[in-house]
C-alpha cells in the first residue's frame, strides 16, 4: 500500500467515508483535466466540504510527506490539476458560498469553488461585476481562477484575474491556514504575497477564500463585428486601433475555420464571405463609447473591412459573443480531435505570426484554426487532427510545439492565460534561462520547502526544492563566503560622503557609505557577488529621495547607485509597451512617451524619482484609480540577486502567466529581495482632454455621501484626492476657511464628453452638499505626499494608510482626534491621497523637545485607529528615534511566510539591512 493510500482510512474517519475516493474506477473521472491527452490516476481523492476538511488533509498530507494536487472544476487547459500517481488530489468544488458582497468597499468574498459568471450575476443587483471573463466563465471556479490567474476577452481594458484579487486565505503546504493581502483594503504592507501566490498554479499551496475587486457596470456597451477578406486584413485593423491610442474593452479574432465551427453550432450569423471577422467591445461613458466605436469603425475599413455591424441592443450583442464563446466546444463540429494553444506575441507580429502557422499547417498537412484575444496578442490556435490516422496525432502535437517556439521567437510567451501545468513545462527553459527558473524556485522554497503541493508544474525544477543550491555563489562564481570584519572600501566610480540618509528637507541624519555606480549590467552583478562573498551590507540608491524609508536607516557597507543605468531599452507604441532601466527618471521616461502621445499612468509622488525606486517601494498616485497601481502596469523585470545572479521574469507582452510573477513580489520589496535593473511597463494613451471638479465638503458625514456617490457613478472618475489640513485634537475645518478639505475629482477622455460628465459629475455631488467648481488644471499638491508639494510646510514623519473605501471620511474624522499627543506642533499635519480607494498619506510635523515620545504615541494612535477601521498604517518615513520605539511596519499579514521570502533570496540578511522585515530580525 503507498503512503497516499495509506491515507484513506484515517481521513475517512475524519471528514466521513463519502468524502474520500480509493475504488480504482471511480478514480479514473479525476485522470485528467480538461486537457485529456495527459492522464494519470491518482492514488486518493478527497471531497473537501470545508476549509477546515482542506486544512486537516493537507497537514496530514505534510506529516506523512505525501505530495497533494488542488482541483476546482477540472477546465484548466495545460494540466495543471492532473494528479500524481503517489499523490492525494483535493478536490474544492463544494466549497462554494458566496461569503460576502460588498458594494460599499466595491468587494466580494467568495469560497474557491465559487463559478466565475455566479460573481458578476450576484452583484449585478448592486451595480458591479466581476471583470475577468474566460470563455469557461459558466463553469470554471474562482479558485482555479486564482490558480491560473486566468484571463478573458476583457482583459484589453481591465487586466486579468491578479489584477482583481486583493485578499486571499490559503493553506499553506504544510497545513496552517494564513491570510494574505489587503481584502477590503487596496493594500497591505509587506510584500506582495497575494501577487506572487496567484498564478502559481497551486504550487506554493491551496486557496480557500479570495476577496475580489469589483467594477462599476459601465453606462454604455457597444459591440462591433467586423469582417475581412483575411487575418492580414483583421491583424493590420488590431495594430492600427491600438496605434492610434484606441483602446476598447475587447478586441477578438476569429478565422474562416473558427467561424465555420460556430455557425454550425450557434448559428451566430457571422458573415459568410469573411476569411476573419474582429469583434471590437467598448464600454464607459456614453459619449466616449459613441467616438471610440466610430474611430474603430473607421479604421476596420480603412484595413480593408467588408461588412460592419455594430450590435442592435442586448440580445443581438449576446448572440456575437455566443459565436466566440462556443469556439473551442465547436471545433467537435469539424474535426475529430484538436490541440489547443495559448502562446502571446507582440500585437505587432500578428500578421507575421498568422502567416508563418498557416505555412507550416499547410507544410504537415493540418489544419489549424484560429481563435484569440487580438487586442493581447494571446493566440488560441487549435491544431486539427484524426487520431485514428497513424501518424497525424504526433504530426499536430510536433505542430503545436513549434508554434509556441515561434511565439518566443519573436519576443512573446508560451501562455498568456492557460498556465504552464505539466503541457509547457518543457518549453519553460526555452522562454527563460537557468538562473530565471532557480530564482522562481525560490518562491517555492519559501511556500513550500518540502516540495508537496502540486509538484511537477509550472516551473520546472532540476533539483529537490530543498537543496536550493542555487542560493550559494560559490556554486557559480568560485568566490569565497566567509564574511570579513571590516570590509575594504569598495572600488568607487562617485564618492558621496555627505549622502543624507534622507533627502527631504529638514531631513538631517548622519552619511551613508560612498556610492558605486555601475554602468553594466555585468558591473551590477559583480558589485553584489563581490559583496556576498565579503559579507557587505548593501543598500540599493536610485535618485536618493527614499534612502531611509521602510524601516530605520539601513546601516549599509555600500550603496549601489543605478543614476548611470539609465535609458529607454525599447519603447514600442503600436504596443503599448516600454522596457526602461532602473536609474532612469520617471520624467524623463514621461518626456519620451508623451512623444508618441502615450503615459506611464503612474505619478511622481517624490519629485525626482526613479523607475527603480518607484517599483522598490510600490508607490502610486492619482492615477491607481483609474489605471492600478504600480504592480498591475508591469510586465515584467530583470533583478540582481543578492548573489550576483542576474535574473528575470514576464516579458514585454500584456499577457504572459509562464512562471512565478516576481515583478509583484519585489513591486514595493523595499530592495530587500535584489537589485531592480530593468522593468517592462504597459502603457496607455494621453487622454484627450482632462478637467477636475474642486468639491468642498463642509462635514465629514458630506466627505462619506460624496465618496459613496463617486464610488456609485457610471461618470468614469479617473482620480479621487483628499487633501486636509489637521491641527492637534481639531475638528473638521470649515469651509472656506484655513485649512479648507478639498476633494478634487479627475476625468479623462473626448472633449465632448469631459464637459458633459464634468457637468453631470458636479449635480451629482450637489445631492452630498458642499461646493463644486470645475477646474482645467489640478492643484499643485495634486499627486505628491505631504510636505513635498510646493507650499507645504516641512514635515518629519509620513505615514502611509490603507483603509476600506467606506472607512475614509471616518479616517479623516478621527484623525485629528488621535493626534492629541502632540500638542504644541509648529505647524499642522495634513492628509492627503487617493479617498477613491482609500490610501493616503499622513505627514506629521517635528515636536521639539522629547518628541520621539510624543510622536510614538500618535503613531500607535493613528495605527489603533485605522485597524479598528478594518487598515494598516505604515511609517514610511521618520527620524532614528521614532524607529526606536515604534514597529515601522506594524502587523503584517503572512509574516512568516514573507520572513521565508527574504530567507531564501536573501539568507544573510545582507541587503537593505534594517528595512522591513529585517528590522526584526
Keep these: 500500500m503507498s503512503e497516499a493510500a495509506a491515507l484513506a482510512a484515517p481521513l475517512r474517519r475524519l471528514l466521513g467515508d463519502e468524502a474520500v475516493i480509493d475504488d480504482h474506477a471511480r478514480l479514473r473521472t479525476y485522470e485528467c483535466d480538461g486537457l485529456t491527452h495527459f492522464r494519470v490516476c491518482p492514488a486518493l481523492v478527497v471531497l473537501a466540504g470545508s476549509v477546515e476538511d482542506v486544512r486537516a488533509v493537507v497537514a496530514r498530507c505534510a506529516e506523512a510527506g505525501v505530495s497533494f494536487v488542488a482541483r476546482g472544476s477540472g477546465t484548466g487547459l495545460s494540466g495543471g490539476a492532473l494528479p500524481s500517481a503517489d ?91 494564513v491570510l494574505l493581502g489587503g481584502g477590503l483594503c487596496a493594500e497591505a504592507p509587506g510584500l506582495d504575497l497575494v501577487g506572487a501566490f496567484v498564478g502559481s498554479e497551486g504550487t506554493l499551496g491551496v486557496a480557500t477564500q479570495a476577496t475580489l475587486r469589483l467594477v462599476r457596470q459601465p453606462e454604455a456597451v457597444q459591440t462591433l463585428l467586423a469582417g475581412f477578406p483575411g487575418t492580414d486584413e483583421a491583424s493590420d485593423a488590431v495594430s492600427a486601433i491600438i496605434a492610434a491610442g484606441v483602446v476598447p474593452a475587447a478586441i477578438e479574432m476569429m478565422d474562416r475555420l473558427s467561424i465555420d465551427a460556430a455557425e454550425a453550432t450557434v448559428s451566430c450569423g457571422y458573415p459568410a464571405d469573411a476569411g476573419a471577422v474582429l ?59 484538436y490541440l489547443v494553444q495559448d502562446g502571446v506575441i507582440p500585437r505587432t507580429a500578428l500578421r507575421q505570426v498568422l502567416a508563418e502557422i498557416a505555412r507550416m499547417a499547410a507544410r504537415d498537412g493540418l489544419r489549424v484554426a484560429n481563435v484569440f484575444h487580438a487586442g493581447d496578442g494571446n493566440l488560441h490556435p487549435l491544431v486539427l487532427y484524426d487520431a485514428s490516422v497513424p501518424g497525424e496525432q504526433e504530426r499536430a502535437i510536433g505542430l503545436s510545439d513549434e508554434i509556441l517556439e515561434l511565439c518566443i521567437s519573436v519576443g512573446g510567451s508560451v501562455t498568456g492565460e492557460h498556465g504552464v501545468g505539466v503541457e509547457k513545462l518543457a518549453h519553460m527553459a526555452k522562454l527563460y534561462g537557468e538562473d530565471d527558473l532557480s530564482t522562481m524556485l525560490l518562491v517555492k522554497q519559501a511556500f513550500d520547502p518540502a516540495g508537496l503541493a502540486n509538484p511537477g508544474k509550472a516551473v520546472p525544477s532540476p533539483q529537490l526544492c530543498g537543496e536550493a543550491v542555487w542560493r550559494d555563489p560559490s556554486r557559480r562564481t568560485g568566490w569565497a563566503r566567509e564574511a570579513v570584519p571590516a570590509p575594504p572600501a569598495p572600488p568607487t566610480s562617485e564618492h558621496a560622503a555627505a549622502v543624507p540618509r534622507r533627502a527631504r528637507p529638514g531631513a538631517g541624519g548622519t552619511a551613508l557609505p560612498a556610492t558605486v555606480l555601475p554602468t553594466s549590467l555585468a ?66 521616461l514621461q518626456a ?149 478639505p478639498t476633494v478634487v475629482i479627475e476625468l479623462e477622455g473626448s472633449a465632448a464628453s469631459v464637459s458633459a460628465r464634468s457637468e453631470a459629475l458636479r449635480g451629482e455631488l450637489a445631492g452630498a452638499g458642499g461646493i463644486a467648481e470645475l477646474e482645467e488644471s489640478a492643484p499643485e499638491w495634486w499627486g505628491r505626499i505631504p510636505g513635498d508639494a510646493p507650499g507645504d510646510a516641512p514635515l518629519e514623519v509620513t505615514l502611509k494608510l490603507a483603509v476600506p473605501l467606506s472607512a475614509v471620511a471616518e479616517l479623516a474624522r478621527r484623525a485629528p482626534k488621535a493626534l492629541a499627543g502632540l500638542a504644541g506642533a509648529a505647524t499642522p499635519g495634513r492628509l492627503r491621497g487617493s479617498a477613491g480607494i482609500g490610501v493616503l498619506y499622513l505627514g506629521l510635523p517635528a515636536v521639539g523637545a522629547g518628541g520621539a515620545e510624543r510622536l510614538a504615541r500618535g503613531v500607535a494612535s493613528l495605527r489603533s485607529l485605522a485597524g479598528e477601521l478594518g487598515g494598516t498604517a505604515v511609517v514610511l518615513c521618520a527620524p532614528e528615534e521614532l524607529f526606536a520605539l515604534v514597529d515601522a511596519w506594524g502587523p503584517l499579514r503572512g509574516a512568516s511566510l514573507m520572513a521565508a521570502v527574504k530567507a531564501a533570496f536573501d539568507p544573510d540578511l545582507r541587503l537593505a539591512p534594517g528595512r522591513m522585515l529585517a528590522a526584526r530580525a
Design 523 to 588: 558591473e551590477l552583478s559583480e558589485l553584489l557577488a563581490d559583496s556576498a562573498s565579503l559579507g557587505r551590507r548593501v543598500l540599493a540608491r536610485g535618485a536618493g529621495t527614499k534612502l531611509d524609508w521602510g524601516g530605520p536607516a539601513p546601516e549599509a557597507d555600500l550603496v549601489v547607485g543605478l543614476s548611470s543605468w539609465r535609458g529607454i531599452v525599447e519603447h514600442e507604441p503600436s504596443d503599448l509597451v516600454v522596457r526602461v532601466r532602473a536609474g532612469t527618471a520617471l520624467a524623463e
Design 87 to 177: 499523490g492525494v488530489l483535493l478536490v474544492v468544488s463544494k466549497l462554494r458560498q458566496l461569503l460576502a458582497i460588498d458594494p460599499a468597499n466595491q468587494r466580494a468574498v467568495v469560497e474557491p469553488g465559487v463559478i466565475n459568471l455566479r460573481v458578476s450575476r450576484a452583484t449585478a443587483p448592486h451595480g458591479y461585476l466581476y471583470a475577468p471573463d474566460p470563455s469557461s466563465q459558466q463553469v470554471c471556479s474562482i479558485g482555479g481562477n486564482v490558480a491560473e490567474n486566468a484571463g478573458g476577452p476583457h482583459c484589453l481594458k481591465y487586466g486579468f484575474t491578479t489584477n482583481h484579487v486583493t485578499g486571499l486565505e490559503i493553506v499553506t503546504a504544510a497545513g496552517e491556514r
Design 279 to 337: 469583434l471590437v467591445e467598448v464600454d464607459g461613458p456614453r459619449l466616449d463609447v459613441e467616438e471610440t466605436l466610430a474611430e474603430a469603425e473607421r479604421i476596420c475599413k480603412a484595413s480593408g473591412a467588408g461588412e460592419l455591424r455594430v450590435a442592435s441592443d442586448d440580445r443581438s450583442r449576446a448572440l456575437l459573443w455566443k459565436g466566440r464563446k462556443s469556439a473551442f466546444a465547436a471545433m467537435g463540429r469539424i474535426s475529430p480531435d
Design 592 to 740: 519620451v512617451l508623451a512623444g508618441a502621445g502615450q503615459q506611464l499612468a503612474v505619478d511622481d509622488v517624490v519629485e525626482g524619482s526613479t523607475i527603480g525606486g518607484i517599483v522598490a517601494t510600490g508607490l502610486s498616485g492619482p492615477r491607481r484609480h483609474r489605471y492600478g497601481a504600480v504592480r498591475d502596469l508591469l510586465l515584467g523585470l530583470q533583478i540582481v540577486r543578492a548573489d550576483g545572479v542576474v535574473a528575470r521574469s514576464g516579458g514585454k507582452v500584456v499577457k504572459n502567466v509562464a512562471g512565478f510573477d516576481l515583478a509583484k513580489l519585489f513591486a514595493g520589496s523595499y530592495g530587500t529581495l535584489g537589485v531592480i535593473a530593468e522593468v517592462a511597463f504597459r502603457l496607455h494613451p494621453l487622454p484627450a482632454r482632462q478637467a477636475f471638479v474642486c468639491w468642498y465638503p463642509g462635514s465629514t458625514g458630506e466627505l462619506a455621501a460624496g465618496l459613496a456617490t463617486l464610488a456609485r457613478t457610471q461618470l468614469a472618475v479617473s482620480a479621487v484626492e483628499l487633501d486636509v489640513e489637521l491641527t492637534d485634537g481639531s475638528e473638521w475645518p470649515d469651509v472656506g476657511g484655513s485649512g479648507t
